[in-house]
């Protein structure tokens, strides 16, 4: 902090009038650029606070615009690097962009309470001229000549711009700063009337407000005005006029006091282009589109929008391979590119972030829906050209969601969030595309998000469930296990299925701890029905997913919970699909191995699914196949599907060579269960037996060799 400071005073002092010495002044600028510092770094992110610093400096005596100048030079260079990501006070968390972004905005606002305290300060010593020059005005009339001498002094010496007119809105007299204002022609301000000074940019209530003051209905008003000079150049200011009475209070003239604006105007809009300007393509931001997405929004009912999201696809590939400072020019082209298709009316191109990009166009119903396909099929035209990057031609694609509707229905967060969906909807089938929102898949996406967000807490909450289906031998009906099925019971959606969530644990990485916990309840129900049926053991088998079978910790778990439960290995029986083990290299394989070693049996769940290489079950390490249902459910049915009877005896007769044994999922029927047990398969499990339940129900079906239920 005290570095900064002393960088700050050594730029602005020599133009600062203090009695203060150049120390004593440093340390007075540490408390306000700790504010800096800390607005910098504050969550939420408040730029008003540098209001308060700019404010500081006039009540210091820094008016000069040469300190103002410097300061914001100061803030520019050096605040980030002091106080930003490596500086002392960085909390972490923001990039180095955001800080430069968030220090953009601090300067706008130091400019803006600089401004206004200058101003301020301005207008009260306009208002002390004012009287000043009414005195002079009345002394010179009615005293002493000195007077008149001091009123001439104070009119013409003033910094600020001073005139003053009739009623009717003659110029009488102006001094010297408001000449120099208009360009310094005497003749082209004081033959003018103050009617002839109206400008486009002025609001209505301006020369209402000063119908009034002429009426004597007013006293005075302040509004910021803007005025042409002689060479066309626009002037603005801010500008007070007041009434002047004469002794008897009948209302004599008015007075003009004037402060030169132009050059402060012009930083707030320099400043205000940065914040809603995208620093590197020049497009409007996220800031600026969300401005003019709402304006669609709101506008005249039957009004209708069009809006395009883009993601470029595989853009990450091109900053991997060629470096950030080579995606950085390839955003521009498409930039560039993006702004050649959106130059009809109502049309707009932002850059929201990264390689994200929207489109938006507005226009009559009848034709809005035809300009949005029609902006979507010349987006994606433009950007099939290669692009020419470092020597070599790059093919871009992207992906486009696009949402339509009427003003007045939805709001710009909504519209955008169905956008994006849609996106990754076109992106998943395939990219280089567009698709249309549907609101029923965004419901579903939006539903997918929620459960994604809901899992860690359900985890925690106890919110999952097993269900077991029993598993049970063709020879004679009698139960051999159960297949452990997990269940959530969602407090707003109720049971929901494994294929509901189980995708979602897989991409977030919560399938880790779920299915540990999957295994060490099943592990110990399976304990459970051990000791419940006097130390005969009813299997367990538990399904293991393709990243909980790269796992570090899979064999040491497992081991650990058998040898909590007191279980032997043997009961247990670990089911891996056929697809996550398609081109499994022996480092993959090692785990299942040594599990396998230790008495845990194998299944290979699925098979057939996978189109794997039959000669790979020698390399395997399972004990048996789990055959897919889509095999056998031509023998529901007697007389059984002949191609699918001498498929299932093949794979039944290439196990048994290879000493595995055979279990068949979703057996329906009797017919399809007799056929099964005929082609010599070993155990069976579906709704023919039992669907799947709690675990009571499986141990009261074992007591009863598994009785056929529906």
């Known amino acids: 902090m005290a570095r900064f400071a002393t960088i700050w005073g050594r730029a602005i002092f020599p133009v600062t009038a203090t009695s203060l010495t150049r120390p004593e002044f440093e340390r007075h600028l540490v408390p306000l650029a700790r504010t800096l510092a800390e607005a910098l770094h504050a969550r939420p992110f408040d730029a008003s606070v540098a209001q308060g610093v700019g404010a500081e400096l006039v009540a210091v005596h820094c008016t000069d615009p040469e300190a103002l100048a410097g300061t914001l030079g100061v803030v520019e260079s050096y605040l980030v690097l002091y106080c930003g990501p490596d500086g002392p006070a960085d909390g972490g968390g923001e990039s180095t962009e955001e800080y430069r972004s968030r220090c953009a905005r601090l300067q706008h606002g130091i400019a803006a309470g600089f401004a206004r305290a200058l101003r301020e300060r301005t ?164 800031t600026l589109f969300f401005e003019r997405l709402e304006k669609a929004l709101n506008a005249a009912p039957g009004s209708h929008f069009g809006l395009c999201y883009l993601d470029l696809d595989g853009f990450k590939a091109v900053n991997d391979s060629l470096g950030h400072s080579a995606g950085d020019r390839l955003l521009v082209e498409v930039a560039d590119r993006l702004q050649s298709c959106a130059t009809g009316p109502g049309e707009v191109v932002a850059r929201l972030g990264g390689d994200e990009f929207v489109a938006l166009t507005t226009g009559p119903r009848a034709q809005a829906g035809e300009k949005v396909t029609d902006l979507a099929v010349r987006i994606l035209t433009a950007l099939s050209t290669p692009i020419r990057l470092e020597g070599r031609e790059l093919t871009v694609r992207g992906s486009i969601g696009i949402v339509e509707g009427v003003s007045g229905e939805r709001t710009p967060a909504e519209v955008l969030r169905s956008a994006d969906i849609t996106m990754y909807r076109a992106k998943a089938a395939g990219g280089n595309r567009f698709e249309f929102a549907d609101a029923e898949a965004d419901a579903r996406a939006i539903t997918r998000h929620g459960l994604t967000n809901a899992l860690p807490a359900a985890l925690e909450r106890g919110e999952f469930f097993i269900e077991y289906q029993p598993l049970v031998h063709l020879h004679d009906g009698s139960v051999h296990g159960a297949e452990a099925l997990v269940r959530w019971s969602h407090p707003q959606y109720g049971v929901l299925g494994p294929d509901r969530f189980i995708p979602l644990a897989e991409r977030t990485g919560l399938i880790v701890p779920l299915g540990r916990w999957v295994l060490e309840e099943s592990v110990r129900q399976a304990r459970t029905w051990q000791r419940q049926h006097g130390g005969t053991p009813l299997r367990v088998n538990v399904n293991l997913s393709p990243t909980q079978l790269t796992h570090p910790g899979l064999v040491a778990d497992t081991l650990r919970v058998l040898e909590s439960s007191g279980l032997a290995p043997g009961a247990l029986c670990l089911e891996v699909t056929e697809s996550a083990l398609i081109g499994a290299d022996d480092e993959l394989l090692e785990p299942l191995r040594r599990l396998a070693a230790v008495g845990v049996d194998i299944a290979l769940d699925d098979f057939g699914t996978g189109y794997s290489n039959l000669a790979n079950l020698r390399r395997l390490p399972v004990s048996v196949l789990k055959l897919d249902r889509s095999f056998t459910q031509g023998m529901q049915q007697e007389p059984a599907d002949p191609v699918d009877v001498k498929i299932v005896e093949g794979i039944v007769a290439l196990a048994h060579s290879l000493e595995l044994a055979v279990t068949v999922e979703g057996v329906e029927t009797g017919a399809q269960a007799a056929q099964l047990r005929a082609l010599g398969c070993d155990t069976a499990q579906g709704w023919y037996y039992a669907r799947p339940g709690a675990p009571d129900r499986i141990h009261a079906l074992s007591l009863c060799d598994a009785t056929p239920t529906r």
Do not use: C
């Open 123 to 286: 207008l009260k010593e306009q208002e002390a001229i004012a009287r000043s020059a009414l005195t002079a005005r009345i002394d010179a009339q009615q005293a002493l000549h000195a007077s008149e001498e001091r009123f001439r002094a104070v009119f013409e010496g003033a910094a600020v711009g001073i005139g003053i007119a009739d009623l009717d809105g003659n110029i009488l007299e102006v001094n010297d700063a408001l000449l120099k204002m208009f360009g310094g022609l005497e003749g082209h301000v004081r033959s003018r009337n103050v009617s002839e000074w109206g400008h486009p940019d002025d609001t209505p209530h301006v020369w209402k407000m000063y119908g009034e003051l002429v009426r004597g209905e007013r006293e005075h008003y302040r509004v910021e005005k803007p005025y042409y000079r002689h060479d066309g150049t626009v002037l603005w200011t801010n500008l007070t006029v007041s009434l002047l009475r004469d002794a008897d209070g009948v209302p004599q003239y008015q007075l003009a006091l004037m402060e030169d604006t132009t050059e402060r105007r012009l930083l707030n809009l320099r400043l205000r282009y940065e914040a809603t300007h995208d620093a590197l393509t020049g497009l409007p931001n996220r």
